[in-house]
């Protein structure tokens, strides 16, 4: 029923630029909290970014300022915008639905219970 399903990873040099899709479907998107996560290898999956209610955002430190979470609402799909990327910004890269907005505004990974296959991101040096 609910499902998320990621696109648009891929291979960038350091200060290159990606744009993450992720497509809803099952739900309503702009309904629920809604968030980018990603995991490196031997490292643990951490928040990225959140997007609830009307357009409430927040960021992880590491990439304020250079990425940007938004939604599509008519076309039910999440975005994740990252310019000025680095190195450390490899990684596999989730979206995760959560079950209350506190989710987002929290920046807690518990609540999220439906996640996407991920997408993988590589930036080289």
């Known amino acids: 029923q609910v499902r998320l399903v990621e696109s648009g990873g891929g291979s960038v040099q350091a200060g290159g630029s990606l744009r993450l899709s992720c497509a809803a479907s099952?739900?309503?998107?702009?309904?629920?909290?809604l968030g980018w996560f990603r995991q490196a290898p031997g490292k643990e999956r951490e928040g990225v970014a959140n997007?609830?209610?009307?357009?409430?955002?927040r960021y992880a430190d590491s990439v304020k300022g250079r990425f940007t979470i938004s939604r599509d609402n008519a076309k039910n799909t999440l975005y994740l915008q990252m310019n000025s990327l680095k190195p450390e910004d490899t990684g596999m890269y989730y979206c995760?639905?959560?079950?209350?907005?506190?989710?987002?505004?929290?920046?807690?990974?518990?609540?999220?219970?439906?996640w996407g296959q991920g997408t993988q991101v590589t930036v080289s040096s």
């Open positions: 997007i609830w209610s009307a357009n409430s955002t």
């Open positions: 995760a639905r959560g079950r209350s907005w506190f989710d987002c505004s929290s920046g807690s990974l518990g609540g999220f219970n439906y």
């Open positions: 099952g739900f309503t998107a702009y309904r629920y909290c």
